[in-house]
């Protein structure tokens, strides 16, 4: 069995109210594994835990905030230790310092209503500097420094999430599905396009039986007059809005294309801007949820003049 061996370890630190809580959430919802408020000393024990049996290892990049609340909490043997893991175990740690401005902290205390943690029963401004004459042996070794006194928790979140992110993390999970509407609008879709504009397939007799996965139905779809176009611009508004967001931290994204019936158009339909999306660098993941249901007349309505 493999032993644990994160690929990445950052230590989070910095002033109470400066945004830790913030930037740990953001790290976990990046892939991170995150442990807030870790005694160092079990440090050690966490790392050599040996991951689930039946796994491979686990090499995800590790995150774990400390601060001044952090049990047997000494700034200077914090330093001591993270030099003695980089030094003697070889492990790539990082530490990132939150800092923030004595007034816009004292701001945040007051608009919360929180105490500080240093100053229970005193002026949060008490706790303030206290607080940071603790930290200075962590503020001079930290690698990275963000000061949050003009960042509002999204504006912190979306730069952390543009300085931590990489391959595997950070990637929204983006589903393509197809449905029909006489079945019900899936629950939980974020985009939902609906597909019974383009001429039907199923009042073709030959084409009935088949579904949309099929060459000769998915040639008579985009026989329609309308499919270039709608397509095209379909296609470029997802690839539009997928990067925006990724860039907001939306985990999962699922796009339905739903027809009458849900085995013909949508089912094309899907399978075209999958592979589209595929082809531009996405990883979608394609469902079909009524392809197996069997063609019913009452459901598609009046075949018009189509």
Not at 61 to 81: E, K
Not at 240 to 261: D, M, N, W
């Amino acid at each position: 069995m493999s032993k644990r061996r994160p690929k990445q370890i950052l230590l989070v630190t910095g002033m109470s109210g400066a945004g830790k809580s913030t930037v740990l959430r953001t790290l976990e919802d990046l892939g991170w594994e995150v442990v807030d408020n870790l005694p160092l000393l079990l440090l050690n024990r966490l790392l050599d835990t040996e991951p689930p049996e039946g796994s491979d290892g686990d090499d995800r990049p590790l995150a774990f905030g400390i601060g001044t609340r952090t049990r047997a909490f000494d700034a200077d043997s914090i330093v001591r230790r993270i030099k003695k893991l980089r030094d003697e175990r070889g492990y790539d740690m990082g530490t990132l310092f939150l800092d923030c401005s004595g007034a816009e902290l004292e701001r945040r205390y007051s608009e919360t209503r929180r105490r500080h943690p240093l100053a229970l029963d005193r002026p949060a401004s008490d706790g303030i500097t206290r607080e940071r004459d603790l930290l200075q042996p962590l503020r001079r070794w930290a690698n990275r420094v963000i000061d949050t006194s003009n960042l509002s928790s999204n504006d912190l979140a979306q730069q952390i999430r543009k300085t931590f992110s990489g391959p595997g993390l950070g990637e929204t999970v983006l589903s393509i599905m197809s449905f029909g509407f006489a079945r019900s609008i899936p629950a939980g879709a974020d985009l939902v396009f609906d597909m019974r504009f383009l001429r039907n397939p199923h009042w073709v007799e030959s084409l009935r039986p088949g579904t949309g996965k099929d060459p000769d139905v998915a040639a008579y779809v985009a026989g329609d007059p309308a499919y270039d176009e709608a397509l095209e611009r379909i296609e470029g508004l997802i690839e539009l809005l997928l990067p925006r967001y990724q860039a907001e931290g939306k985990s999962y994204v699922t796009i339905a294309f739903g027809c009458t019936g849900g085995r013909h158009r949508s089912v094309h339909v899907a399978e075209r801007v999958a592979a589209r999306l595929h082809a531009a660098g996405f990883s979608p993941t394609v469902t079909h949820r009524d392809l197996q249901t069997a063609p019913q007349d009452s459901l598609e309505g009046p075949p018009g003049a189509r």
